[in-house]
């Protein structure tokens, strides 16, 4: 699907009134493990306070695989971003480098991460 194409709700995630980026990973998907220090690192650089922006969901999990259900998540990695009432408003799918990921975070939050 298309960035910002989709409009699904937020299928029992609580948003909190609040954007989200939610990154669907599994603990066997090897291009999960490859894209982890670059999610840490975007991490580190755009949320210095831990504002919840980001949410990692592991699809191992009951919960997040119901949310993958939900968002129709069909590959890993996969990033949905979602707007205060859940529904989706990004998507993007496989291995992304920090660049894309910061600017993925900075247009879900409403405001840009630092240049990394």
């Known amino acids: ?11 029992g995630l609580s948003t909190g009134g609040q954007p989200r980026l939610l ?10 493990a490859r894209m982890a ?3 840490n690192q975007v991490e580190r650089r755009c949320l210095a ?9 592991n699809i191992d999990e009951p919960e997040g ?4 259900e939900h968002y129709e998540v069909r590959a890993l990695p996969t990033f949905v971003g979602i707007d205060a009432q859940g529904a989706e408003v990004l998507r993007m799918v496989g291995v992304q480098t ?5 600017s993925a975070l900075g247009e879900v939050r409403g405001r840009a991460c630092p240049p990394i």
Do not use: Q, W
């Open 1 to 11: 699907m298309p960035s910002g194409s989709g409009r699904r709700g937020g299928g």
């Open 49 to 57: 306070e831990a504002d919840g922006s980001l949410v990692h969901v």
């Open 98 to 102: 920090r660049e894309k990921l910061a």
């Open 65 to 68: 695989e119901a949310l993958a």
């Open 37 to 39: 220090p670059i999610v």
């Open 23 to 32: 990154e669907f990973t599994s603990g066997s998907c090897a291009a999960c």
